[in-house]
């Protein structure tokens, strides 16, 4: 079993920052990926930022704005969050992609439990 905890999310005016961080624990081999995903009332669920290997890749709406980043020896990713914008506003998601061991090659999908984001104009 795979846990990821969340943590940093909050209510924070246009303009402002926040940095969220993410942290995977249990039975794990290697972590492939980890990334954010955010889902607004009423919207699907989208990818903000992943980082796989030394590729990153960005939704293009926060594009100059979040930065995403890996400590991959505390199984952690961070999602710094600059200029935010309403728009921002939504439960963001921590997802890592895993192999539970090292005689087993298919990778298992995990999410956090989401934190709130809330940007108020």
């Known amino acids: 079993q795979v846990q990821l905890v969340e943590s940093g999310g909050g209510l924070v005016q246009a303009g402002g920052s926040l940095r969220l961080s993410c942290s995977a624990s249990?039975?794990?081999?290697?972590?492939?990926?980890m990334g954010w995903y955010r889902q607004a009332p009423g919207k699907q669920r989208e990818l903000v930022a992943i980082t796989r290997g030394a590729n990153i890749n960005y939704v293009d709406s926060v594009k100059g704005r979040f930065t995403i980043s890996r400590d991959s020896a505390k199984n952690a990713v961070f999602l710094q969050m600059n200029s935010l914008k309403p728009e921002d506003t939504a439960v963001y998601y921590c997802?890592?992609?895993?192999?539970?061991?090292?005689?087993?090659?298919?990778?298992?999908?995990?999410w956090g439990q989401g934190t709130q984001v809330t940007v108020s104009s």
């Open positions: 997802n890592a992609g895993v192999l539970r061991s090292a005689s087993y090659s298919i990778e298992s999908e995990y």
């Open positions: 249990g039975i794990i081999f290697r972590i492939n990926a």
